[in-house]
């Protein structure tokens, strides 16, 4: 195993061990909200409007069906770390997916058979007569 290799296989373990140190998941986006309601002479009528909120509602797709809920003020903090928690899922499982292309790239040079082609020269070769 080439120096090269024993690196990707180092960081692979870090990420797995990184993985484990997670903690709940959640996808999606947050977002806050204001909204309008429908009584008559309500401060979100006047002029200018103070609209009632914010309310803070999360968007996710799972098992190709987007999903809209909203969260609690009691809930929000848990939910914002939870979300940031998948943020790294993601960017670590892509490391690791990089990680592995090279290390498969790496496996197959070094398996391989055939010599490596040289570099083609520059200077044309004489016709022969």
Same mark, same amino acid.
């Given at each position: 195993?080439?120096?090269?290799?024993? #690196?990707?296989?180092?960081?692979?373990?870090?990420?797995?061990? $990184?993985?484990?140190?997670?903690?709940?998941?959640? %996808?999606?986006?947050?977002?806050?909200?204001?909204?309008?309601?429908?009584? %008559?002479?309500?401060?979100?009528?006047?002029?200018?409007?103070?609209?009632?909120?914010?309310?803070?509602?999360?968007?996710?797709?799972?098992?190709?069906?987007?999903?809209?809920?909203?969260?609690?003020? $009691?809930?929000? #903090? #848990?939910?914002?770390?939870?979300?940031?928690?998948?943020?790294?899922?993601?960017?670590?499982?892509? $490391?690791?997916?990089?990680? #592995?292309?090279?290390?498969?790239?790496?496996?197959?040079?070094?398996?391989?058979?055939?010599?490596? %082609?040289? %570099?083609?020269?520059?200077?044309?070769?004489?016709?022969?007569?």
């Amino acid at each position: 195993m080439s120096n090269s290799q024993a #690196a990707i296989q180092r960081r692979i373990e870090q990420i797995k061990a $990184e993985l484990a140190q997670l903690g709940p998941l959640r %996808p999606g986006h947050l977002s806050q909200q204001y909204n309008v309601c429908g009584t %008559p002479g309500c401060r979100c009528k006047a002029t200018p409007p103070r609209k009632h909120g914010p309310y803070y509602q999360l968007s996710y797709t799972c098992q190709p069906k987007t999903h809209s809920e909203f969260v609690r003020l $009691e809930n929000l #903090a #848990a939910v914002r770390q939870q979300l940031t928690n998948y943020q790294r899922l993601r960017a670590l499982v892509d $490391e690791w997916i990089g990680l #592995a292309l090279n290390a498969a790239q790496l496996q197959r040079q070094s398996d391989s058979p055939w010599p490596k %082609p040289r %570099p083609k020269s520059r200077i044309p070769r004489k016709a022969a007569p």
